[in-house]
């Protein structure tokens, strides 16, 4: 049996928080949710997640940052940033530092879904919990 891949999700807004874990969850991801990038620091070990989902802008840390600081610990995880607010030159910032997408909230679900099979280097279903179809071009 294969373990699930495990996304942390990192919002200071718990209501997008919660919102992001079950739909990765329906997407047949594990997550762990933190509510800052210090939580999700604390908790980082070699291995531990597959991915991350971080805010850009949050209190203290934000989700720029904390993609290199993550990256200046040696990680190659891929990094999904998603903002409210989104802007060129945090976009260019994002993607400079590695991050694999730059989304705007509210999150399309065949968009977060598509960015995080590529980012996993899967193109099938990661679990059969998922909903949808397997018609191409999805």
């Not at 942390?8 to 079950?22: K, N």
């Not at 329906?26 to 933190?34: C, D, H, K, L, R």
């Not at 203290?60 to 891929?78: E, F, K, N, T």
Request: charged fraction near 25%; aromatic fraction near 4%.
């Amino acid at each position: 049996m294969s373990k699930l891949p495990v996304i942390a999700i990192v919002d200071d807004d718990e209501a997008m928080r919660d919102a992001l874990c079950e739909l990765v969850q329906v997407m047949g991801f594990s997550t762990e949710a933190f509510d800052c990038a210090a939580a999700f620091l604390a908790d980082l070990a070699p291995g531990r997640f597959d991915c991350l989902i971080t805010d850009v802008r949050m209190p203290g840390m934000d989700g720029i940052d904390l993609q290199r600081r993550v990256r200046a610990l040696g990680s190659a995880m891929p990094v999904v940033m998603i903002t409210a607010a989104p802007d060129p030159a945090g976009r260019a910032r994002a993607l400079a530092g590695g991050a694999c997408a730059y989304l705007a909230k509210p999150v399309d679900d065949s968009t977060l879904l598509d960015h995080l099979r590529s980012a996993l280097g899967r193109d099938e279903e990661p679990g059969e919990q998922v909903n949808g179809d397997d018609s191409p071009g999805g």
